[in-house]
């Protein structure tokens, strides 16, 4: 059976492991702080892979930012990591094959092929956290558009440039559906700019709290509703730690109704917490055929 | 070389002719005013069809309405046709093979192989008229979803249900980026519920008019840089008769400043009027293979 050395690449946390081909992880997961600088990233992934290499057929990267459709290297830049992380040479970490790919995209294709998604040809996945990530399945593959930045969860929410967003544009979906855009929707119903998404939970059954879930939520489905019209997907499928707080049976209800094209499911990721490393791990395999 | 019966269905007028496989019309273009019942929509279509499936290769409809993954029927309502007519039976119209597609995403297929976006990939049309059609060419191949019904373009422009659209729902990219949406923004901006776009696009040079139309458009751009940034496509195509009353270069320009993708063209439509035949005869006698 088929092996992958898979290293799950964040800004904050860097994971590794061993998964085989039915997406089983069968080896420690190791832990590591993202190190601030390129060559310190880059000695961390030397060290992890001349470590596991041999044990395995390939090395499969799920990493943050857009990665390009030879799977090979980073397009532009990635947000909170060193901002000379998009020229790593990905290709010459290892002598064994090497296989990159974005880390919403891992994760989709992990509930997509062993998780919530399974069995549905076209499905959409949104990875509610502190920002928002993007996956599209569309006739069981992944989507990644011209160039591989596809799905990018970056579309408009409203159009007076109410709210300015982690990617320099105004009221975009991630701005709104995130965790950060949770706090701002409570900094903007409370009027208490120190407001914390922890707040807001701990805090969740009083009635001026109830109504900043609600407007969160609310944005949550506007943006489903679109998408659905736009995919005519047999599922949308809800991911990250954001998720826990939305009421996926109102929200597959409430979208249902107002959509033009026909009906499918919401439902909420079952791939576990390292699904980016199963899903990378998945499409290296896949990959080597 | 291989030809095809095209006809057009809308809710107002039916055209059809004849349609070789290089989308060069070669015959007399001929319309029909959308006659009021299914019984009259369907006689009109045995005299069209009798009249011409011996000189033809396939009988090729662009129609109103979803049409479904197999290209034999319509899913769901329609709008403004008799309303059974998504139960009329394509296939036993002609001894000859039968191929059905829906108009918008006939027209996204003609500019696909002849027209704007030749050559590419990826690309989305948004047809600008009384309402907005959508088409989405994927890999160089019509997307449909799971059932049919993608490329609905109703995505939410803002979530307070502040314009009704005519899907039911509120706020969607068609109730503000069509000629109807057009209108409304003028009613809103003038405070004069009689206006027409017509009146608009007459006195185009007055200050309050041309405050609609840069409204208007910006809401266009808004909706362009969500799909850019959903879909990393090579090109958006403009069609439709609002069209001509959209900056090309401006959007294009200010899209690609917004959007966290990959750079993208914005062009007009040029295969024509009579797209959604050309593209339908194009599917049609592909389907032949």
Chains 1, 2 share one sequence.
């Not at 499911?265 to 791990?281: D, E, L, P, Q, T």
Request: charged share 25%; hydrophobic share 40%.
């Amino acid at each position: 059976m088929k092996k992958a050395l898979a290293i799950d690449v964040g800004g904050t946390k860097i994971y590794n492991t061993i998964i085989n081909e039915n997406g089983e992880i069968i080896a420690e997961i190791e832990k590591h702080s993202t190190p601030k600088t390129f060559a310190e990233i880059k000695y961390l992934f030397e060290e992890i892979i001349s470590k596991y290499e041999k044990e395995v057929d390939v090395i499969a990267f799920a990493t943050c930012g857009a990665v390009n459709n030879q799977n090979s290297g980073i397009l532009g830049s990635t947000g909170n990591i060193a901002k000379e992380y998009p020229t790593m040479d990905f290709k010459n970490l290892s002598k064994k094959p090497v296989f990159v790919e974005n880390d919403a995209n891992c994760a989709a294709w992990a509930e997509h092929v062993i998780g919530a998604s399974k069995g549905m040809a076209y499905s959409v996945m949104l990875t509610l956290g502190t920002g928002v990530g993007g996956g599209i399945i569309l006739d069981n593959k992944l989507y990644k558009g011209k160039n591989g930045a596809a799905g990018e969860m970056h579309f408009k929410m409203r159009t007076d440039k109410h709210r300015k967003c982690t990617c320099g544009s105004f009221d975009c979906f991630e701005a709104y559906a995130s965790g950060t855009g949770l706090k701002k929707t409570a900094e903007e119903i409370t009027s208490n700019p120190d407001i914390t998404t922890y707040d807001v939970i701990e805090n969740k059954d009083r009635p001026i709290m109830k109504k900043v879930l609600e407007t969160w939520q609310n944005d949550i489905l506007e943006g489903i509703i679109g998408l659905a019209n736009i995919f005519d997907p047999d599922c949308i499928v809800l991911s990250g730690s954001m998720a826990e707080f939305v009421d996926i049976e109102y929200l597959e209800y409430e979208a249902n109704k107002e959509i033009v094209t026909t009906p499918f499911k919401v439902v909420k990721a079952s791939a576990g917490n390292y699904s980016g490393m199963i899903g990378a791990a998945l499409l290296a395999i896949e990959s080597l055929k």
